[in-house]
């Protein structure tokens, strides 16, 4: 039976290691969906830096935009599934001016099909910071904190990170 495991966070708070670190300790085929585009050297070096902490048992698929359309194709062959991060997703959604709800509607849709894997999901906590001050940033938190809520409605379990100490908030305890 699967599971969808839910990781939030500030930034730099340990998402991706704790879900790293967690999806480690289930055996079979590890499948990681990367988001990020190296679109400055910043980005480059911390791509870097993530698949060097990965290694070898990973196979990553790089996708910003069809995150669903991945999962509907690797998600009966990879019992462990880890997407890092729907924080970048939302922004390249908003910045390709597609339909975000619809996208995030068919993925929650696509992660409850997920019955065979073990599917780790991070996100950015970014709802208890100030008001964004322009329309666009304020669009975008809206619209991660959505998506956010929609997966851990359906998520087995859901961690928030806080100083790099995960800290259960949903699922076992």
């Given amino acids: 039976m699967g ?12 998402k991706s290691s704790y879900a790293l670190s967690e999806a480690n300790l289930l055996g079979g085929k590890k499948a990681f969906i990367a988001t990020a585009e190296g679109l400055d050297e910043d980005m480059r070096k911390r791509i870097s830096r993530h698949q060097e902490e990965r290694g070898p048992s990973w196979e990553t698929f790089e996708e910003p935009v069809n995150i669903t359309g991945v999962l509907a194709t690797i ?9 890092d991060c729907l924080t970048l997703w939302v922004s390249n959604l ?16 696509r992660l409850l099909q997920c019955r065979d894997s073990h599917v780790y999901v991070v996100s950015n906590e970014v709802g208890m910071g100030i008001v964004p001050e322009y329309p666009l940033g304020r669009v975008y938190r809206d619209q991660l904190g959505l998506l956010n809520k929609m997966i851990a409605r359906i998520a087995t379990t859901a961690t928030l990170m806080v100083a790099g100490i995960p800290l259960k908030i949903k699922g076992e305890r």
Avoid at 3 to 14: D, E, K, Y
Avoid at 75 to 83: A, F, K
């Fill in 3 to 14: 599971t969808i495991t839910f990781i939030l966070g500030g930034v730099r708070s340990g």
């Fill in 94 to 109: 908003l910045h390709l001016e597609m339909n975000a709800e619809k996208e995030f509607e068919g993925l929650v849709s």
């Fill in 75 to 83: 998600s009966t062959e990879y019992p462990v599934i880890l997407i």
